[in-house]
């Protein structure tokens, strides 16, 4: 799934492959794992945009969803060799503007095309 959206977004765009493909698999992975908790009763929803000079991906899945402004820095030192943790701040990184919905299970990332 992560290969042909990404195929589709860099057809139509000027993104980096390897940018999207990051931060599609992050979250793709946080949705089946922490959201969903590996059910297989329970579905992941993707979505890609384009158009208005941007790329805007949404990932949602059918969880509780969680805090997302309580997610530990991985930066600070007590979480450094923490073995995960990671994929929201790189999203972060990666993209221009980052989303969630109120109860957070729904992530909408948006890179704005240059």
């Not at 042909?4 to 860099?10: A, G, I, K, R």
């Not at 969630?100 to 704005?112: A, Q, V």
């Given at each position: 799934?992560?290969?042909?959206?990404?195929?589709?977004?860099?057809?139509?765009?000027?993104?980096?492959?390897?940018?999207?493909?990051?931060?599609?698999?992050e979250?793709?992975?946080?949705?089946?794992?922490?959201?969903?908790?590996?059910?297989?009763?329970?579905?992941?929803?993707?979505?890609?945009?384009?158009?208005?000079?941007r790329?805007?991906?949404?990932?949602?899945?059918?969880?509780?969803?969680?805090?997302?402004?309580?997610?530990?820095?991985?930066?600070?030192?007590?979480?450094?060799?923490?073995?995960?943790?990671?994929?929201?701040?790189?999203?972060?990184?990666?993209?221009?503007?980052?989303?969630?919905?109120?109860?957070?299970?729904?992530?909408?990332?948006?890179?704005?095309?240059?």
């Open positions: 799934m992560v290969s042909e959206l990404v195929d589709f977004v860099v057809k139509h765009s000027q993104v980096e492959r390897e940018d999207i493909a990051f931060v599609l698999s979250a793709l992975t946080n949705a089946v794992i922490h959201g969903n908790r590996q059910s297989d009763d329970k579905r992941v929803h993707a979505q890609v945009h384009l158009g208005g000079g790329v805007v991906l949404k990932v949602a899945d059918e969880g509780e969803g969680f805090d997302y402004e309580t997610v530990p820095n991985p930066t600070r030192k007590e979480n450094l060799f923490r073995t995960s943790g990671r994929g929201i701040f790189f999203i972060r990184h990666f993209m221009d503007e980052v989303i969630f919905n109120d109860s957070g299970n729904e992530i909408t990332m948006i890179k704005h095309l240059s």
